[in-house]
């Protein structure tokens, strides 16, 4: 089992910055990939940013060149950078990681985003 923990999040006017961050923690081998998404209101959940192990991180073509992901393997832990933020990044974001052993998703609770104009 694994349980994700998100940090960070909350308010900040257009063209701002903030980082979201999460953690890894139970019984697992080990994590493959993680994963940041995001919903906002009335919208699909979409794929922000992904990381495996070994690779460089993926971006959605709406994010690139703002956001970074970095992972610490060691730690279990991913963070996103968010920089230069716009109205339409706010969304519920949502880590996502992949178990290894059986490849199973886990997803965590959320934490929220605010972009103002």
């Known amino acids: 089992q694994v349980q994700l923990v998100e940090s960070g999040g909350g308010l900040v006017q257009a063209g701002g910055s903030l980082t979201v961050s999460c953690a890894a923690s139970?019984?697992?081998?080990?994590?493959?990939?993680m994963a940041w998404y995001r919903q906002a209101p009335g919208k699909q959940r979409e794929l922000v940013a992904s990381v495996t192990r070994a690779d460089e991180p993926e971006y959605s073509d709406s994010v690139k060149e703002r956001f970074t992901l970095s992972r610490d393997n060691a730690k279990n832990m991913v963070s996103l950078q968010m920089n230069s933020l716009k109205p339409e990044d706010t969304a519920v974001y949502y880590c996502y990681a992949v178990e290894s052993r059986f490849y199973k998703g886990y997803w965590g609770q959320g934490t929220q985003v605010t972009v103002s104009s």
């Open positions: 139970g019984t697992f081998y080990s994590i493959s990939t």
